[in-house]
């Protein structure tokens, strides 16, 4: 029978997680800038859920490590599809209006980024171990579909497609610019799923909830109320809102407020992260102060220092979430199914999958800079760079077939060890690819060092020793324990006085204004 904690995570370890994974998710979110799409999103996510699993303390989720860490990157994947840059541009001045809207907008995109996340983890945290091995296959299946999708080129036409009306230009269409398509493809296989696959009927429905809520909040929040936030960028935001008020009620409708809880921490965090990363940006844009007067503040990229305070508050977010519950000893997720499929395929999609995906940026910017052919010994040098990350992706997943069937020992043998191994690589992994990018500026580069190196070392110095376990001490996730207090709702009406104030201390900042929302 599963136990849980009988004692609160210690102090050193308390202050471990909110050192270590603010500093690691600063650097993820930094790096995430530099690729530029929704799957970059993904790394810093998967950075948050494997450095939670490693300093958490606790035996049950360092066996769920790969998982938490699998978890995260498709949470920030998914809500990293929203567009940012003009909303930047709009806070930053011309009028007291543009900037608040511009900061408005900000703190919505930042929420989805944490609240989506926030809820992916919670089913990490809380979900039995059937459960989430109901998620496998589907997921594997909807993924190759949209790969599919990729590979034939339907998503550049798809929108062509459907809005054929010449009297309205197709950036005005409510789903321009978005992955609609890819909802639209879930929603259909996940509906096939349920009704000749009963025993995935839980996660397949959930799915469904998803796409369903996806397209839903676009169609109701953008074509019927017209709200489009920073046109003619697309508006996926609507369709994350949608998402992310679909995860409430499903916790909601499953009493589980620790996941609820979960996902309102995250969104707060994000929120304020994004409008607080922006107004730095502002200062070092106008060189307001010292940044003005010490050349050497000058040399650092403003933007990625927005988009690490993002990062770095967020982490903060999720991590005193994350002690919330260990504090408040959350029983430990059941283990009830003895398939060992999804630990290793979460290793692979980590290590492999968003290596490969990722690699494609390093591609394209190496032929925009004319820094390889477009051949390489007779071949295009695509096909040829694409053999190699194949051969590498099965060399991976060689070596995870044989450590699973126990005819290779790469791995520790304890769960904290190999949790910990796998965080190392996949972190450092994601700063390689980075630097392979052309033109990387050295002062940001030496940014992103310092908190790896610092934020992995409280990885390496965490006590192999997990917390004791009581099992009368539990509280499940539906305890009344978990429920939000007067201080976070407080800190909620704080959020228009923020932004009210960041944007009039902007309009004292000389910067020009080129985007303009609300004169």
Not at 54 to 62: E, Q
Not at 172 to 200: E, K, M, Q
Request: charged content about 10%; aromatic content about 12%; hydrophobic content about 55%.
């Amino acid at each position: 029978m599963t136990k849980a904690i009988a004692k609160p995570i210690g102090t050193l370890a308390t202050v471990q997680l909110l050192v270590a994974v603010p500093l690691i998710m600063a650097a993820g979110w930094g790096i995430r800038g530099a690729f530029g799409h929704s799957r970059g999103a993904a790394m810093p996510g998967a950075m948050l859920g494997l450095s939670l699993a490693v300093l958490s303390m606790r035996a049950d989720w360092w066996k769920r490590g790969a998982i938490l860490g699998f978890l995260g990157a498709i949470g920030w994947g998914f809500a990293g599809s929203a567009s940012y840059g003009l909303l930047i541009g709009y806070s930053q001045g011309g009028s007291w209006l543009n900037s608040a809207y511009g900061y408005r907008g900000l703190f919505i995109v930042g929420g989805l980024y944490g609240g989506i996340g926030g809820a992916l983890l919670a089913m990490g945290f809380t979900e039995s171990r059937s459960r989430l091995d109901q998620f496998l296959w589907p997921l594997i299946l909807i993924y190759c579909t949209w790969l599919m999708l990729d590979g034939l080129g339907l998503k550049g036409l798809s929108l062509e497609m459907v809005a054929k009306n010449p009297a309205r230009p197709l950036e005005t269409h409510w789903l321009y610019d978005t992955l609609w398509l890819d909802a639209a493809a879930a929603l259909l296989l996940s509906i096939l799923l349920w009704s000749f696959v009963p025993r995935w009927r839980q996660a397949t429905a959930l799915i469904a909830l998803l796409s369903i809520a996806w397209l839903g909040g676009m169609f109701l929040l953008i074509e019927a109320m017209g709200l489009r936030m920073n046109p003619s960028r697309g508006d996926a935001w609507a369709g994350c809102v949608g998402m992310q008020l679909a995860f409430l009620f499903w916790y909601w409708a499953r009493s589980n407020r620790a996941a609820i809880m979960l996902i309102f921490y995250g969104t707060l965090a994000g929120g304020f992260g994004f409008v607080i990363g922006e107004f730095i940006q502002a200062l070092g844009k106008a060189k307001w102060g010292p940044i003005g007067q010490y050349p050497v503040l000058q040399e650092f990229g403003y933007w990625t220092i927005m988009e690490q305070t993002l990062g770095g508050v967020m982490g903060i977010g999720i991590a005193l979430a994350t002690i919330r519950l260990i504090r408040g000893r959350i029983a430990a997720p059941i283990e009830d199914s003895h398939s060992s499929w999804f630990n290793p395929f979460a290793v692979f999609v980590l290590l492999g999958v968003l290596f490969a995906f990722n690699f494609r940026t390093n591609y394209a910017s190496w032929i925009k800079m004319d820094q390889v052919g477009k051949e390489t010994l007779g071949f295009p040098t695509g096909i040829v760079l694409s053999g190699v990350v194949i051969a590498i992706l099965g060399l991976l997943a060689l070596a995870i077939f044989r450590q699973r069937r126990g005819d290779l020992d790469l791995a520790p043998k304890t769960a904290l060890g190999r949790l910990q191994l796998l965080t190392l690589l996949f972190v450092w992994m994601v700063m390689a690819i980075y630097m392979l990018l052309p033109r990387v500026g050295l002062p940001t580069s030496l940014m992103f060092f310092a908190e790896l190196i610092l934020g992995t070392m409280f990885l390496l110095l965490v006590s192999n020793r997990p917390v004791t376990l009581d099992l009368e001490a539990e509280r499940t996730a539906d305890s009344s324990h978990w429920k939000l207090g007067w201080g976070h709702f407080a800190l909620w009406t704080l959020v228009p006085i923020v932004i009210a104030g960041l944007a009039w201390t902007t309009m004292f900042l000389d910067i020009p204004v080129k985007q303009i929302r609300i004169p």
